[in-house]
């Protein structure tokens, strides 16, 4: 049962330069997320997607697109990388479902991108 | 709008003992409430939830938090701390509807000495 999982799990970038983060996920959820994690900021929303084909921005999306082309897969994509973009960046799906008369909307996150652009 | 404070950057605590990570919130409408735990190079990991009925939530790992409408808090705790719980602890809220993702606190470091 992998999960969520991220590739790749470490990537140092030059100023300028592009590159994609890419999520998939096996537990057929409806919902994926973007978040970047800065010491004391906690986590913040880049951008998400509520389903195939749709997205939508969060709160940080400048200088970062996304692509949900496959339910399963979600990619994030810095088009001309910048050091205030060195983060680690989180991906986390999740789907509302009642359980028993209860409402399960946790969401499950990768391992994490820890990325450093110089 | 939707918001949550976590008032402590750290929190030291020794073994044995008692531990309580604060969180409050904002919001305008009825809260879910989450608190996830993050190891060092890890991801996110999911404690426990509240979505509505009783105050108190109980949790993975012995965790528990109780829901404060009155004082907009959802405090972490946990009768008696291990050194294995030190870690990164993290509050989250989540509207019942609308807005899908979780907005999270900032983080709260516990630490536990032995």
């Known amino acids: 049962n992998a999960g969520v999982t991220q590739t790749p799990k470490f990537r140092v970038l030059k100023t300028g330069q592009s590159m994609t983060l890419l999520c998939a996920q096996d537990m057929n959820h409806e919902y994926m997320y973007w978040y970047r994690q800065d010491p004391g900021m906690g986590l913040r929303l880049i951008h998400y997607s509520v389903g195939e084909g749709t997205t939508a921005k969060g709160e940080v999306p400048d200088g970062y697109n996304v692509s949900r082309l496959k339910k399963q897969n979600f990619l994030l994509g810095l088009e001309s990388a910048a050091p205030s973009q060195t983060s680690v960046y989180f991906c986390a799906s999740s789907i509302p479902t009642r359980d028993r008369g209860t409402l399960r909307t946790e969401a499950f996150f990768g391992q994490g991108t820890r990325l450093t652009v110089v | 709008a939707q918001s949550v404070a976590q008032p402590e950057d750290q929190v030291n605590v020794a073994e044995g003992n008692p531990l309580t990570v604060k969180c409050t919130y904002s919001v305008s409408g009825n809260p879910y409430l989450f608190w996830y735990v993050q190891y060092p190079n890890r991801g996110l990991q999911f404690l426990l939830k509240y979505i509505t009925g009783d105050n108190l939530v109980k949790g993975s790992y012995g965790f528990e938090a109780e829901f404060n409408k009155s004082q907009t808090s959802f405090h972490l705790k946990k009768p008696s701390a291990l050194v294995s719980d030190s870690a990164l602890y993290f509050c989250?809220?989540?509207?019942?509807?609308?807005?899908?993702?979780?907005?999270f606190g900032s983080g709260t470091r516990l630490q536990v000495q032995p």
């Open positions: 989250a809220v989540n509207l019942d509807t609308g807005r899908r993702a979780l907005t």
